[in-house]
């Protein structure tokens, strides 16, 4: 069974400094995506990893997938108070029906504090 | 851009009532699912749907559950006998493939409220 974890799962940071958020997983899977989510709201995609060694940035966070460790990072770079959200990260398992599934961790709560 | 639609947005219901929750995907989507969050926790899978058939589904997803595409457009999720442990975020998400690149789109969610 696919198991996701996350951490730190609560995170408090200054403006302007920058911090990691990890992700590892237990069993293959070469598709890992991160989520960003608002109080209340619905799942905002952030980036879709489908290989090996894939990076990918948006702005003041940059992600990246190591499949044979297992190990997607989420990257802060000088965070600002905007940033503040939960952060999924949810790895796809493959189904009978040939669809997949997303299995997601416990998520990371992000503070940035002025 | 075309989204997923959910409604209702929040719905509130006694225990052991039936609910109905909406969703209509992506129009040229092909794969449908369902998530739940409890308050405060992670999200979880329900169930996944395609062409008119349960793909696979979870160990939450009882009988008590049931997924249905009526008329082309619109895929339900029917709680037939509500629980007060069924209070959570309902996330309906849709795919246009189902393998290497089916990312899922989800729509905004609706909160049940079980009293």
């Known amino acids: 069974e696919l198991k996701v974890e996350q951490n730190p799962l609560f995170l408090s940071m200054q403006e302007g400094k920058n911090y990691t958020i990890y992700c590892n997983y237990s069993?293959?899977?070469?598709?890992l995506y991160w989520y960003r989510q608002d109080p209340g709201k619905s799942l905002e995609s952030l980036f879709v990893l489908l290989s090996n060694g894939a990076v990918k940035q948006e702005g003041r966070l940059m992600a990246s997938l190591d499949t044979k460790a297992r190990l997607s990072t989420l990257h802060i770079t000088a965070a600002v108070h905007d940033l503040s959200a939960t952060y999924f990260c949810a790895v796809a398992a493959a189904t009978q029906g040939g669809s997949e599934k997303l299995v997601f961790g416990k998520g990371t709560k992000l503070t940035v504090n002025p | 851009e075309p989204e997923v639609t959910q409604t209702p947005s929040h719905q509130v219901t006694q225990m052991g009532q039936e609910v109905i929750l909406r969703c209509v995907p992506i129009?040229?989507?092909?794969?449908f699912y369902w998530y739940r969050q409890i308050l405060g926790q992670k999200v979880e899978f329900l169930v996944s749907?395609?062409?008119?058939?349960?793909?696979?589904k979870s160990e939450i997803f009882d009988d008590q559950f049931s997924v249905e595409r009526p008329d082309g457009s619109n895929f339900t999720l029917k709680i037939r006998s509500t629980k007060l442990e069924d209070s959570a975020m309902y996330f309906c998400?849709?795919?246009?493939?189902?393998?290497?690149?089916?990312?899922?789109?989800f729509g905004p969610g609706t909160r049940l409220t079980v009293l």
């Open positions: 069993t293959t899977s070469d598709r």
């Open positions: 998400a849709s795919s246009l493939l189902g393998g290497e690149v089916g990312e899922q789109f």
């Open positions: 129009s040229n989507h092909l794969y």
């Open positions: 749907f395609y062409n008119n058939e349960i793909s696979e």
